[in-house]
């Protein structure tokens, strides 16, 4: 049985930090892709970046040169690094693999950005 559990939000001062992890079990991580997504309230979930099975990444532009994704194969876990932070980063974060043509997603982790 797939899971994949987020951890690593909260709440964070404007231009502060963030590292959430998304431990995958019931599958050889490894051989799959690992995407972060967000939803805002009231907005659509969006996807923030993605890395491939080799460690290829993709960012969205409101990610890019902010937010880092990575992946550790031997722990089985995605990273999603965050700095400089925004009150519009306020969102549900949720980590997704795709499998099989079908997706898998964690139940999700709230990050709030405030002063």
């Known amino acids: 049985q797939v899971q994949l559990v987020e951890s690593g939000g909260g709440l964070v001062q404007p231009g502060g930090s963030l590292r959430l992890s998304c431990a995958a079990s019931?599958?050889?991580?490894?051989?799959?892709?690992a995407n972060w997504y967000r939803q805002a309230p009231g907005k659509q979930r969006e996807l923030v970046a993605g890395?491939?099975?080799?460690?290829?990444?993709n960012y969205k532009d409101f990610a890019k040169g902010r937010f880092t994704i990575s992946r550790d194969n031997a722990e089985n876990t995605a990273y999603l690094q965050m700095d400089t932070l925004k009150p519009e980063d306020t969102a549900v974060y949720y980590c997704?693999?795709?499998?099989?043509?079908?997706?898998?997603w964690g139940q999700g982790t709230q990050v709030t950005v405030s002063s």
């Open positions: 997704n693999c795709k499998i099989g043509g079908r997706n898998y």
């Open positions: 019931g599958i050889t991580f490894s051989f799959y892709g």
């Open positions: 890395i491939s099975s080799s460690g290829t990444t």
